[in-house]
Structures are given as C-alpha cells and as structure tokens.
C-alpha cells in the first residue's frame, strides 16, 4: 500500500513533466494562431487629421504683386503701371473655426515702390523735375482675416474671401532721382535714404478673393503716406490691386 504523501509527490512529478515537455514544445496552437492585424501609430493619425489645407490648421508660403491704382492728390501724381508696384513675401498660418469660417495670420516682407510723374504741377517730394525719379519703402507687415468658404470641398483650400486688415513697419525708405547734368554725361544716379517725411506706421484694409493657390487681392491704405509734420504734402494714391499665389 502506498501513503497517501508518497501519492501526492508521484501526482506532483507528473504534473511537472507534463509542464517540462509542453514548454520544449513550444506555444501552444491559440498563441500560435493571434495575429497582428493593424498596427498604427496613433500620434501620427492625429497630426495628420489637424493639420491639412481644409484641417484645423494649415500653413504655408505666398507669393503677391500688386499694382498702385486710385487717383493722387495734386503735385503727388505717378507713373502708373510696373513703374509703381508692390511685392510681398510671406507665410500663413489658417485656423479653421468651422466648415465655413476660418482665421489666417500673415507675417512677411513688402516692398512698394513710387514712380513719381514729372510734370510742371509736381511738388513731392520737390518740385524740381527730374528725367525719373521715385520713392521706395521696404516693409515687415502683419496681416490679419477672415476667411468665408464656399462651396462643397475635401481637404482642400477650395473657393473663398478673405476680409484683410493689416499693420505694417516701414523699415527702410529711399528716394532716388535721375538726372542728365551736363553734356556727355550719360545720366547720374542720386538716393536718398532714411526719409523722414515718410510715416513709419501703415494700416490698411482690403479683401481676397480666391480658389485652392490663385488669388486676386486688394488693399486700401488707411493711414497717411507721410508723417504728421507733413500732413499738407498732397497724398499718395492709397490702393494696390494685384494677384496672390500659395505656395503649398
């Protein structure tokens, strides 16, 4: 007769073999068989579903030429055309609000440049006439809108307008004149920099009109081209009517 502890140790050796040959032979066949199906990486998705052209935020280059246009004040007349212009360069950042309402946020560099007509009614910023003559200011600028989305669209930009009001810091300034002095000479080049009479402060007002990359853009000046001290001058014309491109 066999004790009962003496049965109890061979149960237990049994059960140890048992575990002894089912580890040497491996997983068994229901841990064999899972599988892992989908494997994504979470951080990832959500970038990419908040950030997009028509996503919660969007940002990107632009590109702007705009040509002056409005009438000028007596004795500050222009020669219209290229020979008056801007050129902007920038970035946007857009924050979508809802499906139809957006904010965007501007930051960038413009340079407007004053072709001055010479005429015998000229008084900016002289009245001495000049074979060419023009103004030039460089600007950083900021620019803030409104942006109203038409239209049914995916994640992209789609149709819209924008409703602008802008700041900006004139940081350089220059007048410069050609002139033909004396027989032989060719012609001479005189500039100016650093001109007070120019104010330093801009504010301004406009609207955007787009689809996806291309846009047509125009923009009121608000403030004074000249400063307080030369508020007598004739003023200059205050619109510029242009093209956009982003650049995404």
Same mark, same amino acid.
């Given at each position: 007769?066999?004790?009962?502890?003496?049965?109890?140790?061979?149960?237990?050796?049994?059960?140890?073999?048992?575990?002894?040959?089912?580890?040497?032979?491996?997983?068994?066949?229901?841990?064999?068989?899972?599988?892992?199906?989908?494997?994504?990486?979470?951080?990832?998705?959500?970038?990419?579903?908040?950030?997009?052209?028509?996503?919660?935020?969007?940002?990107?280059?632009?590109?702007?030429?705009?040509?002056?246009?409005?009438?000028?004040?007596?004795?500050?007349? #222009? $020669?219209?055309?290229?020979? &008056? %212009?801007?050129? =902007?360069? *920038?970035?946007?950042?857009? @924050?979508?609000?809802?499906?139809?309402?957006?904010?965007?946020?501007?930051?960038?560099?413009?340079?407007?440049?004053?072709?001055?007509?010479?005429?015998?009614?000229?008084?900016?910023?002289?009245?001495?006439?000049?074979?060419?003559?023009?103004?030039?200011?460089?600007?950083?600028?900021?620019?803030?809108?409104?942006?109203?989305?038409?239209?049914?669209?995916?994640?992209?930009?789609?149709?819209?307008?924008?409703?602008?009001?802008?700041?900006?810091?004139?940081?350089?300034?220059?007048?410069?004149?050609?002139?033909?002095?004396?027989?032989?000479?060719?012609?001479?080049?005189?500039?100016?920099?650093?001109?007070?009479? #120019? $104010?330093?402060?801009?504010? &301004? %007002?406009?609207? =955007?009109? *787009?689809?996806?990359?291309? @846009?047509?853009?125009?923009?009121?000046?608000?403030?004074?081209?000249?400063?307080?001290?030369?508020?007598?001058?004739?003023?200059?014309?205050?619109?510029?009517?242009?093209?956009?491109?982003?650049?995404?």
């Amino acid at each position: 007769m066999v004790s009962r502890p003496a049965a109890r140790l061979a149960r237990w050796r049994r059960l140890g073999l048992a575990l002894g040959f089912g580890a040497l032979a491996g997983p068994c066949p229901a841990a064999r068989a899972q599988q892992v199906l989908v494997q994504a990486n979470v951080a990832d998705d959500t970038v990419k579903a908040r950030f997009g052209p028509n996503r919660a935020y969007f940002a990107h280059a632009c590109l702007g030429y705009g040509l002056a246009a409005g009438p000028a004040g007596a004795g500050a007349a #222009l $020669r219209y055309g290229p020979a &008056s %212009a801007e050129l =902007r360069v *920038g970035g946007r950042l857009k @924050a979508r609000l809802t499906n139809t309402f957006a904010l965007n946020l501007d930051l960038g560099y413009a340079y407007q440049h004053y072709g001055l007509a010479q005429n015998a009614h000229k008084t900016v910023p002289t009245p001495t006439p000049h074979r060419r003559e023009s103004l030039g200011l460089h600007q950083l600028y900021s620019e803030f809108s409104l942006r109203l989305n038409t239209g049914r669209r995916g994640n992209v930009v789609g149709q819209y307008l924008d409703l602008l009001a802008g700041v900006g810091l004139v940081t350089g300034s220059s007048h410069t004149t050609e002139d033909e002095p004396n027989p032989g000479i060719k012609s001479v080049e005189t500039t100016e920099y650093g001109l007070p009479y #120019l $104010r330093r402060w801009t504010g &301004s %007002a406009g609207a =955007r009109l *787009g689809f996806d990359r291309y @846009a047509l853009v125009g923009r009121y000046r608000l403030t004074s081209a000249f400063g307080p001290d030369y508020a007598s001058w004739p003023e200059l014309p205050r619109w510029v009517l242009g093209v956009e491109l982003g650049i995404f």
